[in-house]
């Protein structure tokens, strides 16, 4: 019994920080039930529930399957799910009166034909990119609707009300669901992509703050780097595609809301999204790199080592405040005008590294070379964490 | 007209070209049409008809929303209706039950009641991340069902029989999609998930091959590097993370079949993709580095410049050569005994460029700092390009 009530705690607990990582999420859930609620009464209040019959019921299947957690989603949704509809109803009766031509024993093979032949063309279509991205349930409703409409109406006496009753239940059940997504607590995709290209600037400027004070700093004893947590914060970045993907996808569906006019550039998302993780892939590198690799003890030329480290210190914290401020502008956006210093301070204390570095023969000769060597033999260790997998 | 046919023949050679890239494309579309030509054959047989009612387009229904490219996906999402229609129907009917007994006006309410709490937690569950990634469609279904059964009990007759019908239309459909997967031309997610680990090894091999010709070879000029092909290999791995995952998924799902025995280790093929992405984002860091740094030109010390070039050029062929053997391991399901004398000498070859660069003290005081300076500088022309978008 104990046990039992530690894990029902657990999953509480769970449950309670689901919840509390973005209360959106409970907002969600009610306007899912509250969407499901409305559209039954279609079924309920008995005048309407005489206009559509049963096909009342695809107004609640309608209602499942299109709420979507944002906006767009939604409306990516509920347009193709109509379209498709409308679409697939249209070429289901032209097909139907083609197969009646063709007699009792005729029109039921004729229709397989027509159901084989559309179906296997529309589903070689979801593998082209551009549909896959943005008409994927489209096409899937396409022949669903399709084969419903062409293998019912051997049987069925009133195909054409039929489909007008299946139609205007899903544009009911649609625009159900656009009303609750839009009018109650929206959760708009754009906002999603914009607020998550400032975070991930933020966490790469945290990063290199991390850097300057525990690595670089002048009191950094030699004490392991490892678990550091500044060193996990650009790992999230890394994996960032998938949910940029999807948002982008979303945001193209969404009127203009907020701060957002109609037709935003959300492909400039992706570009900054790309941007951040060669970033955090150069980062995951350094990580690599200081994490693994001892420090040798200084033996000879505190002087230049002094001037290296001054130089990444600078670097890195002026780095680290451009991208602060270039986070704050997408907040507020605003032109990122108060970053120029950081970043032109920033560039000049490469300059200087590039410059103090190649002063000295013995060392610039070596350095480059030494460089890949270094990056090379990381290589190997990461060759051998496969090898040893 | 020419415009209009230079479009046409471009979108047709591009849908050859993604029928080429996996001809089981065609197969799959092919099969969905085959499954569907064969489930509407239980609408215009008579004697299947009058069991099933109208019920029976729930069958052509569950055909066109369960079948997926993979046995696995297939296999899912078929359990998953199965089991998510059987549980909801048996809770719906028991709402109805409990509805009744309020009269003709509470039942209504009661009903609206009961399928707003069921599909606000319900989509609420949906948020844990285990859910998420193998009960997600079950999870829709279920609502979906017992908003219909719950809506529909308040006017339908025979509640049981409907039920009963619907749950056998759609074990019908079910089966029917599973023995075209599994019978006709399968595709395994396993299958799939196997040979994606051994390309992505094969493809950072390929990496280290052309870094050692194209790079740290004798006869290299100072010719750009960019735009070599090499150099953009090991990107798709950096991106191969959500086909993996979404592999795995399904592949947990799929029976044991060929070499694959039941309960294969899939979470493995997670650990190796995880530990090639690490290598191939040293690979993207290495990559940056030659492509943005211009090599001074040598002035002295040539002879510690070709021990480190040497050591170099060892290191990334010998690391290639293990590579090779392991994927080459993962196709024939052998032991990789082959790889372990390359990967040693890459591990010796590692060793000894350290000694060499640590004899020189001079260098050797330098190096570690510099090359973090080299890779915090890195970072900062990564920050200005975000800067500059």
Redesign the interface.
């Known amino acids: 019994v104990e046990k039992l009530r530690g894990r029902v705690t657990g999953f509480l607990n ?2 309670k920080k ?2 509390k990582d973005d209360p959106r ?2 907002a ?3 306007k ?3 969407a ?2 409305l559209v ?2 279609s ?2 209040v008995t005048p309407l ?1 005489d206009g559509f019959g ?1 096909s009342a ?1 695809w107004a ?2 309608t209602v ?2 299109v709420m979507e957690y944002t906006v767009g989603a939604t409306l990516s949704k509920g347009l193709n799910r109509a379209f498709a509809t409308l679409l697939a109803a249209f070429l289901g009766v032209g097909a139907h009166q083609i197969a009646i031509l063709f007699g009792e024993k005729g029109e ?1 093979i004729l ?3 027509f ?3 559309l ?3 529309a ?2 279509s979801r ?2 990119p551009e549909i896959k991205a943005r008409y994927d349930y489209g096409v ?1 409703i396409f ?2 609707t399709f ?2 409409v ?3 109406s ?2 069925a006496e009133e195909l054409i009300q039929l489909a007008h009753q299946r139609l205007s239940t899903i544009v009911i059940g649609v625009v159900t669901c656009l009303c609750t997504t839009i009018f109650v607590i929206p959760v708009w995709a754009g906002e999603d992509l914009h607020k998550l290209a400032a975070v991930n ?1 933020d966490k ?1 400027a945290s990063f ?1 703050e991390g ?1 300057g004070s525990e690595c ?1 700093g002048e009191k950094v004893g030699s004490e392991s780097l490892e678990g550091k947590p500044f060193l996990q914060v650009h790992k999230s970045v ?2 960032s ?2 949910t940029e993907d999807s948002l982008c996808n979303f945001a193209r569906w969404e009127p203009g809301h907020g701060r957002f006019r109609f037709r935003h550039p959300w492909k ?1 998302y992706l ?2 999204g790309a ?2 993780r ?2 955090a ?6 990580t ?3 994490t693994t ?1 001892a ?2 003890q ?4 505190p002087e ?2 002094q001037k ?2 001054t ?2 210190l600078e ?2 914290s002026e ?1 680290a405040k ?2 602060r401020e ?1 986070s704050k502008a997408i907040r507020t956006m605003t032109a ?1 005008a108060s ?1 120029n210093p950081h ?1 032109a301070a ?2 000049a ?2 300059g200087e ?2 410059s103090t ?2 002063k000295d ?27 040893g ?1």
């Open positions: 769970k449950l689901i919840a999420r409970i969600h859930s009610c899912v039930g509250l499901l609620t039954s009464f079924y309920y529930f049963v019921i609640v299947l499942v399957v039921p229709l397989g034909l159901v084989f032949i179906a296997a063309a589903t070689f593998f082209i899937s022949i669903l084969s419903l062409a293998v019912s051997y049987r600037l790469l290199l850097l670089l890394l994996n595609k998938p400039q570009k900054i941007l951040n060669r970033c892939s150069s980062m995951e590198a350094l690599t790199y200081i690799s420090e040798t200084a033996t000879k030329e230049l080592r290296i480290r130089a990444c670097m890195s780095s451009a991208l270039l990122p970053a970043m920033a560039i204390a490469t590294l590039r570095l190649s023969a013995d060392i610039a000769d070596v350095l480059h070379v030494a460089t890949i060597a270094t990056l090379v033999a990381e290589l190997v260790v990461r060759t051998q964490e496969i090898f997998s």
